[in-house]
């Protein structure tokens, strides 16, 4: 089995290793790949999807990948999408996705984390974040009992409206929500280059040791949570929000 994850801000990326550590399987990273543009092929019968959810679907960058990637020695594929609420009608989606790619689809299970989408809403703070992880941990074990058994995760019950309108908020995210001119520097910025690292998509390049975005983003959250200095703005909603990043819970760390 192996275990191939996709985060912004970390909650996937935890979720990803616990899965991978309970159920003795490799852990990849698909980040690097998706910034290199080349999927590598994967060489396994079962195959387990971790990402957050973005509009109520798989990120696009995600799909894409699954897409593309040569997964010809893989026969049944899970998922498990991270939120922090809802994950709508994505199971419909996720099993769409893998009949196209010839695969048994065993299920999506749903594994609600702290919010991070801090260009729309507040993030909790750290000891409610801390409380939520906490509280996902008994469904993070059963999906890796289903695992272990080489079960189908439980069908998802999904309410009508998500079911109605998944196919109209998701691609409202990309034509209204996310916007490359809105993203602003402030004078903190030191030029660390930190935020074109975590791009995964490459859409920040520094000019003059200054950032500046591009048309690419998929508005994962990671460049504006992880800069050291505080110093990426999103319009003006995010001048008074914390950011939010799982490492800065501290979540397992508590004293
Ligand atoms: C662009 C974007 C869209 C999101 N859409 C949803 C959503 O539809 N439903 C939900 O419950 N959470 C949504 N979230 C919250 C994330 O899915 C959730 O916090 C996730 O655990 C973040 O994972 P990560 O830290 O691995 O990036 C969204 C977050 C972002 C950044
Ligand atoms: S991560 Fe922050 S401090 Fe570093 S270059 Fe980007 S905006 Fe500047
Ligand atoms: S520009 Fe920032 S928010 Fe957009 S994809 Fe890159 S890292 Fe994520």
């Known amino acids: 089995m192996k275990v191939l994850y996709f985060t912004g801000t970390g909650n996937s990326r935890f979720v990803a290793e616990r899965t991978a550590k309970n ?3 490799e852990l990849i990273d698909l980040k690097p790949q998706i910034k290199a543009g080349i999927p590598q092929p994967v060489d396994d ?12 679907k798989l990120p696009s960058v995600v799909t894409e990948w699954i897409e593309k990637a040569d997964l010809s020695g893989a026969k049944r594929a899970w998922f498990i999408m991270t939120c922090g609420d809802s994950i709508g009608n994505a199971c419909q989606y996720n099993r769409e996705l893998t ?17 991070n ?10 000891a409610e974040a ?15 009992a289903d695992l272990k058994a080489g079960e189908k995760f439980p069908p998802v019950r999904v309410k009508l409206a998500q079911f109605l309108l998944t196919g109209l908020i998701n691609p409202a995210l990309g034509k209204l929500f996310i916007r490359g001119e809105a993203f602003d ?15 995964p998509m490459n859409n920040i390049s520094l000019v003059d040791g200054k950032p ?5 983003c998929i508005h994962c959250m990671a460049c504006i949570c992880y800069c050291p200095q ?7 909603a995010t001048k008074t929000r914390e950011r939010y990043t799982f490492e800065g819970i501290g979540y397992g760390k508590e004293k």
Do not use: H
């Open 117 to 126: 989408y801090i260009a729309m809403f507040d993030a909790p703070v750290t």
């Open 130 to 144: 801390r409380r939520i992880v906490t509280k996902s941990i008994p469904d993070m074990d059963k999906l890796i």
């Open 23 to 25: 159920t003795n399987s």
């Open 212 to 216: 500046e975005w591009g048309n690419g």
């Open 99 to 115: 009949l196209k790619k010839g695969l048994e689809y065993m299920g999506t299970g749903i594994i609600v984390m702290p919010e």
């Open 230 to 236: 505080k110093a990426i703005q999103y319009g003006t």
């Open 45 to 56: 019968e079962d195959l387990v999807f971790v990402a957050p959810t973005y509009a109520w």
């Open 185 to 199: 520097v402030e004078d903190d910025c030191i030029g660390c280059g930190k935020c074109v690292e975590r791009c």
